[in-house]
Nanobody, 120 residues
């Protein structure tokens, strides 16, 4: 019904930048909040940040000031710009969206994840 597909992951050196993108497709009656989460090996999935349909953003403490989330409502996409990357940012990054497939039918959907590795 709803597919979220991430792209843009890869290997980057400490201090470098990377931009992740996520595109939503399928039965998209309406899209609410969108966001990014990450999960490092052996750790629980954690919030990176969220963005409302109106563009208001929130960020987790460890990424505040370094990461920026943006979205294009016309294209049903959400991006994550990551700057000043650190080895501890290494994780699989997941796109997340709250989507209504029809009136009143809201659900939470996840992408398949994209790997980000920060290493010299």
């Amino acid at each position: 019904q709803v597919q979220l597909v991430e792209s843009g992951g890869g290997l980057v050196q400490p201090g470098g930048s990377l931009r992740l993108s996520c595109a939503a497709s399928g039965s998209l009656y309406s899209i609410g909040d969108m966001g990014w989460y990450r999960q490092a090996p052996g750790k629980q999935r954690e919030l990176v940040g969220t963005i409302t349909r109106g563009g208001s953003t929130t960020y987790a403490g460890p990424v505040k000031g370094r990461f920026a989330i943006s979205r294009d409502n016309a294209k049903n996409t959400v991006d994550l710009q990551m700057n000043s990357l650190r080895p501890e940012d290494t994780a699989t990054y997941y796109c997340n969206a709250v989507v209504a497939t029809r009136v009143g039918a809201w659900g939470v959907y996840w992408g398949q994840g994209t790997q980000v590795t920060v290493s010299s």
